[in-house]
């Protein structure tokens, strides 16, 4: 295709050393009407200084309602190749890895029917197919699921679960986490394709406090991997670090949040592990000659999100500590449990971590049976205000 | 035609079948990792098996064309395997040792920047900004575009005293993850949406509109059979353009961005912790946004300066005191800076001790 | 009759005449002191001039039997001058070094307690209660005598790793510093108040009432002319009750205290911190409230085990975690304990590092 | 007087070795009825588990709307000398120094006029006087007055002020708490009388962090002192405290919340006082080596409080220095404007700092003529829902 646009303004982004996006746009649009009148508007954007889009309404597939991101340009008439743009969004495999041949099957979905522009991935984890028109939604759903791929989850639904590498390529994980990503993203399929609920509710599994893949941030439902038991010890690989120069009184003993950790030239390191609380500072510092324990499990935590409405959330451990062996019943009854709950109780455009807020915790916990625990608080209330149950008043 | 084969609800691929041999042969086996250059390592397992990756920055908007390139390249030198990280970056994933030098030697003379791993920056997490957003305040892929430009060295090569984590989202929904990254941009308006009435009489429902508003500055107006708005209660985050198109909150005049600071994820030494405000605004400078990329590099450079080894942002910063943070970075403090929000009680100072 | 020397806003008198003359000479010229025993230190002025404090414990409620009888002893050895501490105890300041051992066998034999100064247990501050208060929950002379025969050797002679400030308030009132104490005591309802209604009507205003109540649990009932109480969300501050009496919230049945730590109020190494909840109830049990006594006690003690030098209970256990407290002090941690008022998000624990 | 009643349960009030307040009730029971009977209702409220004291509704003295705390007994027919049970609150002398003639002379006010009981003092600062008749407040007013005493504050109405002992004891105090706090308490006399407030307004002064009047924690504003400059390091002395056994690096050094100091043997100790934040730690644990540094000011801190309605505040940074030098009339103005803007703004029951949390720092410290400083927060907001004036908008 020949070049339809002008674009000074992007053109700069050409230059300098980082990837360019700008790039891509051109490749796409050598191919693409789509990506070459999504570029000429976005160059308008650089000038003038606002977006072009208008919000999408709802287009998408049949029996399905989500997956899809209905967009359209405000100025069809200018850009008409991005009267339509709409955005696919694909459930990525676990860990997001690939062999190059199913890249090229989407690549080659993609060609035919989109821009041939993508986002690997986006923010939720999807594989992303970036602008198209609403009559080739169906005949690229058809391609994706005749070859073994899904839609993702959009709008209020749950959303396209994902995790970190973890146990496949990383020494410490403590869950498998794309198993579990895998097990529940087949558990939910219906509420994932059928939005049903209140809002969205998003599913992300670290293997390990680390948290690679932000879930205590971004997660209405954050599982973290997590051990019980002592950390291990290899002291000729303590004495190596020493000796390659680390200072490991002032990396690892010193910034031990709990200061449960000593080392002695000699004695080598000693950990109090009764009062570590598993930061995972030492074993990621020191990786060679620390070992997580060996009883394994995960955290789960509840409610994390962006600002809006009621401002930023982490997510709140709930249950401290919980086995996660396949099939993951347990899990999975459990975050049945807090859906309906959050479902019960939430209005329309209400994450769940909100509704607890504004119901109380104990209610959430006493409706998915779960105690009260220290490790749910950062600290006891203040405020002497406290509520009594009837069924606490003897 | 391919429809008869459409099939629904059969969910993603099962990722093994994705998995190189050594990964499916050490799953959940590794012992260690070890950090070779700031963009390649080696991850050993018990058998002593190895796996090496080799990391090389993306700009996340990949045409097929680039995918394809990439692609060749896993075929020579992976096996045909590969993968993407959590922060948008691609990891080949090389087997045979021997095939490291290969691969980097060849990704260098096609263009691709090696590098991320260790205490750098890594990629930007971000979102769609005007290449696709109906929200966008701002655009994600060009500032990220030209603060990685900026801040190259950060990725490929000098290391800092930890990970810092980039993030861009075009709006205050923050689709990236920027209320709890190092550094990162968000996309802010700064007036009351206009409203047009005839239109949200046509296209909204009024109580979700009235019920979108976090701080209740939307409230019915009967005459017009619209809503209206108390500019004094208004924080222009854009909830009710999203619920209700009419009310427009785009003005190429006043939106423009912020930049926050100090957030982490990770529960290593401190807990995680929100970013918090460090300058409230630039004004939409496209294409390169020369303002905010230099007041994001000298944030990184004080901290790189300050901070203790493994400190995240956010912990030097607390380990020294935000007002101490205000003054070495020279940033000015303004009315911003004081919450007015739900907490805006836990954020104000109840002790004597503070530094000048 | 002396009414006509009746005068008007004159304030207090002047502090001046009331320091005995070593004060007014080295006014402001303090070097610094030294704690010589547990009630009795002596601060140094530049000139070298020296005055004797010696501490004595005071039930605050006194008699003017005993302030005749504390002057008759400031006669003899102060000449006559004496203090009392923002804690309520009484500071004999001797001028003459002499005196300090006379005055302290003076003391003992007539029965005085000295002690309460440096790191320890000093006065309990406290309120009114049954007394005198018609709001109270529980008794706050009677809690404090109890507390202090326990504790006495913490406040005479045994040393703990810093100032341990005790408090007791008998309603959440909180006359007393209990909301920032290290251990406090403060008298609680649990049930949500009854309601006279005729005696509503005539005595109270309905819009005050209602303001009154912090979860908005009042609303008003139009059938009564008077107001009802949502009892799912009423939390029996009592509020209600000080506006409008005739909303009685005292329960003789369901009243009782509950015991809150880690506050403080010094900016010495770390902010100021609230008091937060230990033990969520107690049945008053009066004349000696035994389990409230052994509660106290056993957290006191928990914490001279266990604690570093200086540290203060809030310090030592956010330093140990709260989840460690419960363990030490073998507490149970209840539904009670979760936030659920204005600012409990801040309270939930957003980590993955916690200790077992 | 003969006992009236029996008392078992406060008799048990008597044993142990702490000062007994029931001894001091039997005191005074010998010559006063309200004491007698005063302690008779005490009983039965021990054996019923429930106070007897009604609201007390308006009484005082004439001109006053404040300083007596009326109280009836529910009960007046059984306890009849507590029919009326009237506290009077008389402002005390800055610091609580007294003569024994003054307190003689408060002593025999009391028997000739009340039931010989006390509080000394009360938790705002005064001097209680606990149990009289109405009919008895103005001779006591009278007496009081012509005397030199005057009445304390209660009600809606700004409280007696108080302070730590300060310069007159202390080598710390950084300002004259006890002029600061007699000034003040003269500036205000009618504001202290005549309750015309939305609620108390309490003022606390205290002559350094340490704090030793609680002011932070319960005082609408809260002034404490501090300094500018060095702190002063006398090395002969600090070389005693190590002799004397003090491990100055567990006890001074890792306890210095700024990491600022550091010790060595030799070298004795050095303190970056650019990072000090005058915390006071050190110069506490080691007064005899170290000593505040020599421009002397205060930082002034508003809103603490109790916690109903909205929860437990402490106070806020608002100014954080200003010199302190008689006669004060920068604080006076700036106290006054911060009633002022309260005023303008707050509900009945409103305390300042609720009022400052619901209407917002900014217009607050723009009403007082005080910019924003990073000094004011613990860290600058985080939800990104700034708030923009017509004029920050060029
Ligand atoms: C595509 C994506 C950004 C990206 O460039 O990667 C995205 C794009 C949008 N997000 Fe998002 N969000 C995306 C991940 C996120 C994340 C991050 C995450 O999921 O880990 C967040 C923060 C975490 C969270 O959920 O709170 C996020 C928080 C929001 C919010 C605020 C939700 C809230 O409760 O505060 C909205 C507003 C809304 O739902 O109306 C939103 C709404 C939107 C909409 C649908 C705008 C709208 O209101 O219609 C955006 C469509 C953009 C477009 O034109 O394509 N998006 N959004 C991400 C999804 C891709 C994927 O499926 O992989
Ligand atoms: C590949 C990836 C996981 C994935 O599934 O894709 C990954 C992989 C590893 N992370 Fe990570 N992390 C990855 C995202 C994250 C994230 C999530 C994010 O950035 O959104 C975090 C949390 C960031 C935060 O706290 O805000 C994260 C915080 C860490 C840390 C903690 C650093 C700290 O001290 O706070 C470590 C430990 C370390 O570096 O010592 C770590 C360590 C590691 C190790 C060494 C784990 C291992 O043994 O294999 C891996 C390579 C290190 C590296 O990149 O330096 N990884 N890592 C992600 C690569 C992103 C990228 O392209 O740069
Ligand atoms: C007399 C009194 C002031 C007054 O105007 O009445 C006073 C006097 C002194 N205080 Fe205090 N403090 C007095 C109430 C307070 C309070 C207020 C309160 O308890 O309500 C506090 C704040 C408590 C809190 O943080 O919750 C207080 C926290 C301190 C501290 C800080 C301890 C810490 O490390 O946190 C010190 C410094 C120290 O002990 O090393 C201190 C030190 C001192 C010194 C050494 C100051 C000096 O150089 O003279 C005085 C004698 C020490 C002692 O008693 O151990 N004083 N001191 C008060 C005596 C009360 C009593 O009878 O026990
Ligand atoms: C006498 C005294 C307690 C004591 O035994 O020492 C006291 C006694 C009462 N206080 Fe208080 N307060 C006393 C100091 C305090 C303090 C401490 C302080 O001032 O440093 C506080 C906490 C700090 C604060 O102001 O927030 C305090 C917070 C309250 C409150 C809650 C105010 C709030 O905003 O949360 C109330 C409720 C009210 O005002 O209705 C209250 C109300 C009351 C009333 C008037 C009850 C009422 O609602 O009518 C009590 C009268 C008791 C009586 O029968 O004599 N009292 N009150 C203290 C005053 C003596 C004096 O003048 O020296
Ligand atoms: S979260 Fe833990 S297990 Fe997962 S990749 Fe990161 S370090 Fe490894
Ligand atoms: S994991 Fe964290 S808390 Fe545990 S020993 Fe290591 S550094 Fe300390
Ligand atoms: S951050 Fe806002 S503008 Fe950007 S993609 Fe998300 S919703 Fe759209
Ligand atoms: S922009 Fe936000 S704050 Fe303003 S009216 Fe709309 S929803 Fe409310
Ligand atoms: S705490 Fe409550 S009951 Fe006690 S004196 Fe104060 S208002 Fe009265
Ligand atoms: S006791 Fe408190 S919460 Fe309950 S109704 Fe009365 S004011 Fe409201
Ligand atoms: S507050 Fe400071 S100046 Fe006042 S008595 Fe306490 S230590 Fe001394
Ligand atoms: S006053 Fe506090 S901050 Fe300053 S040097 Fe001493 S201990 Fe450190």
């Known amino acids: 295709m020949a070049k339809k646009y002008e674009t000074p303004l992007l053109d700069e982004l050409e230059k300098g050393p980082w990837p360019s996006f700008v790039k891509e ?14 570029l000429g508007q976005l160059e308008k954007s650089y000038r003038t200084k606002r977006g072009y889009w208008k919000h999408g309404g709802i287009v998408g597939v049949l029996g399905y309602g989500g997956g899809v991101i209905g967009r359209y ?63 080739n939604l169906e005949p690229i759903f058809s391609e994706l699921t005749s070859r073994g791929w ?9 959303r396209t679960p994902s995790c970190c590498v973890g146990p496949a390529r990383c020494e410490w994980s403590n869950i498998d986490t794309l198993d579990i990503t895998y097990s529940i993203t087949q558990e939910f399929q219906d509420e994932l394709h059928r939005p049903a609920f209140p809002y969205k509710f998003k599913i992300k599994t670290a293997g390990c406090a680390v948290d690679c893949i932000a879930s205590i941030a971004r997660a209405d439902l954050s599982i973290i991997g997590t051990w019980k038991g002592n950390i291990k010890i290899d002291q000729a690989e303590v004495k190596r670090y020493a000796k390659n120069g680390m200072d490991i009184q002032a990396e690892i003993v010193d910034m031990c949040p709990t200061e449960c950790i000593s080392y002695d030239k000699k004695e080598g390191l000693t950990i109090n592990n009764e009062e570590c609380n598993r930061c995972m500072h030492c074993i990621a510092k020191m990786n060679k000659a620390l070992r997580p324990g060996d009883i394994k499990g995960a955290t789960l935590l509840v409610g994390s999100k962006a600002p809006i409405v009621v401002g930023a959330m982490l997510s709140w451990v709930i249950v401290p500590f919980i086995e996660l062996k396949p099939p993951y019943q347990e899990l999975k009854d459990l975050t049945r449990k807090m859906i309906e709950w959050w479902d019960e109780n939430g209005r329309a455009r209400e994450r769940i971590g909100e509704v607890i807020e504004s119901k109380g915790m104990r209610p959430f916990l006493e409706y998915i049976g779960v105690p009260p625990m220290p490790q749910q608080v950062k600290a006891p209330r203040r405020d002497p205000f406290f509520f009594w149950a009837k069924t606490d008043l003897k | 035609m391919a429809l008869l084969q459409r099939k629904t609800d059969i969910g993603p691929p099962h990722y093994e079948q994705f998995l190189p041999p050594v990964i499916k042969k050490n799953y959940g086996k590794w012992k260690y990792h070890e950090i070779l250059s700031p963009g390649i390592m080696v991850h050993v397992a018990e058998s002593g098996d190895e796996i090496y990756t080799v990391r090389v920055a993306s700009p996340r908007l990949l045409s097929t064309d680039t995918i394809r390139e990439i692609s060749d390249i896993a075929d020579k030198y992976c096996n045909g395997y590969l993968r993407f990280t959590s922060r948008n970056n691609i990891e080949f994933l090389v087997s045979n040792k021997k095939n490291v030098e290969l691969i980097k030697k060849e ?85 009351t949406p206009t409203i047009n009435h005839e239109m949200v009489i046509k296209l909204c429902e009024i109580p979700t509109t009235i019920a979108s508003c976090p701080t209740r ?33 785009h003005d190429p005049e006043n939106d423009g961005v912020a930049i926050v600071v100090g957030g982490k994820v990770s529960s290593l030494r401190s807990d995680p912790k929100f970013s918090k405000l460090a300058i409230p605004f630039f004004y939409n400078n496209p294409p390169r946004w020369p303002e905010v ?61 503070f530094k000048w």
Request: aromatic share 10%.
């Open chain 1, 25 to 38: 746009f051109k490749k796409a649009a050598k191919r693409s009407e789509i990506a070459s009148d999504g």
């Open chain 1, 73 to 135: 340009s405000s100025l069809p008439e200018e850009f008409p190749g991005v009267a339509h743009n709409h955005t696919v969004r694909i459930n990525q495999p676990s860990g997001w890895f690939y062999t190059t041949k199913a890249l090229r099957e989407i690549c080659d979905i993609w060609d035919k029917y989109g821009s041939g522009l993508t986002n690997f991935h986006g923010s939720t984890g999807d594989m992303i197919l970036l602008g198209t028109r609403t009559e």
């Open chain 1, 150 to 158: 899904d839609l993702g989850g959009s709008g209020s639904a749950m």
């Open chain 2, 107 to 191: 990704l260098k003379e096609k263009g691709y920047t090696i590098g991320g791993i260790g205490s750098r920056v890594s990629n930007v997490v971000h979102t769609q900004g005007w290449v696709h957003c109906h929200s966008a305040c701002t655009d994600a892929s060009g500032l990220v575009k030209v603060l990685m430009d900026e801040l190259y060295e950060y990725f490929t090569t000098k290391e800092l005293p930890n990970k810092v984590r980039l993030a861009v989202a075009c709006c205050v929904n923050m689709c990236g993850a920027v209320h709890c990254s190092d550094i990162a941009i968000v996309g802010v308006h700064r007036k």
């Open chain 2, 217 to 249: 500055a939307i409230s019915p107006d009967p005459a017009k059979k619209s809503v209206k708005i108390n500019e004094e209660k208004c924080m222009y985050c854009g909830n009710c353009f999203t619920v209700c198109p009419p009310i427009d909150i």
């Open chain 2, 293 to 353: 990329v230099s007041a994001v590099k000298n944030i990184l450079e004080t901290y790189a300066k300050h901070a203790k080894k493994h400190e995240r942002i956010g912990e030097w910063i607390e380990r020294i005191g935000w007002e101490r943070f205000f003054k070495l970075t020279g940033i000015e403090f303004t009315f911003q800076h004081l919450d007015d929000f739900t907490f805006s009680r836990e954020t104000f100072r109840t002790s004597a001790a």
